[in-house]
T-cell receptor, first 116, second 117 residues
Framework: AQTVTQSQPEMSVQEAETVTLSCTYDTSESDYYLFWYKQPPSRQMILVIRQEAYKQQNATENRFSVNFQKAAKSFSLKISDSQLGDAAMYFC?????????????FGKGTRLHILP | DARVTQTPRDKVTEMGQEVTMRCQPILGHNTVFWYRQTMMQGLELLAYFRNRAPLDDSGMPKDRFSAEMPDATLATLKIQPSEPRDSAVYFC???????????????FGEGSRLTVL
């Protein structure tokens, strides 16, 4: 079974600085999706960024980028120029492309604090 | 602006009462998920459906929980009888099944916070 591990329960970063959140996963599949979701205090789950495993190029969305290391099964999220609105819980997630078993599996989350 | 709609947003009930949570997935999405979020367990999958047929409900306590999709615009999660340990936030999410060219993401509702006294 696939697993997703986020080893940092909490992190803090100074406003305007850069922070990297770690995520590792375990799978025997070669094709899958990876995601980072953000959950602010409003509890809404918001997609931050996505990566398809067959694409070698790292995904980027404005200030958010990932470092996808397929062989190492690592999928870290880098937030540049951190803003107060980035304070939230961040979840790394894995989704198989197996049509019969494609549930999303979430890590336990990393709570990110932004220090003004 | 398409979104997943969940009701109720918050629910407080007493132990033993029946609770029904409802979800309207985004029109056209063929896959619907129910997740439960607690501080201790994080996000756990309870059940999910494709084209209204249940694919996996192994995460759901079968004796008290039931999930259905009576039609493509409505998914329900029922707890009967409810217990204090069911207190959690319940999320519904919808999306497409995986295929090349599909981004694979799920769109989440705002969640239903359940408190069982």
């Amino acid at each position: 079974a696939q697993t997703v591990t986020q080893s940092q329960p909490e992190m803090s970063v100074q406003e305007a600085e850069t922070v990297t959140l770690s995520c590792t996963y375990d799978t025997s599949e070669s094709d899958y999706y990876l995601f980072w979701y953000k959950q602010p205090p409003s509890r809404q789950m918001i997609l931050v960024i996505r990566q398809e495993a067959y694409k070698q190029q790292n995904a980027t969305e404005n200030r958010f980028s990932v470092n996808f290391q397929k062989a190492a099964k690592s999928f870290s999220l880098k937030i540049s120029d951190s803003q107060l609105g980035d304070a939230a819980m961040y979840f790394c997630a894995y989704r198989s492309t197996d049509f019969r078993d494609d549930k999303i599996i979430f890590g336990k989350g990393t709570r990110l604090h932004i220090l003004p | 602006d398409a979104r997943v709609t969940q009701t109720p947003r918050d629910k407080v009930t007493e132990m033993g009462q029946e609770v029904t949570m409802r979800c309207q997935p985004i029109l056209g999405h063929n896959t619907v998920f129910w997740y439960r979020q607690t501080m201790m367990q994080g996000l756990e999958l309870l059940a999910y459906f494709r084209n209204r047929a249940p694919l996996d409900d192994s995460g759901m306590p079968k004796d008290r929980f039931s999930a259905e999709m009576p039609d493509a615009t409505l998914a329900t999660l029922k707890i009967q009888p409810s217990e204090p340990r069911d207190s959690a936030v319940y999320f519904c999410a919808s999306g497409f099944g995986p295929s090349r060219g599909n981004t694979g993401e799920l769109f989440f509702g705002e969640g239903s916070r359940l408190t069982v006294l």
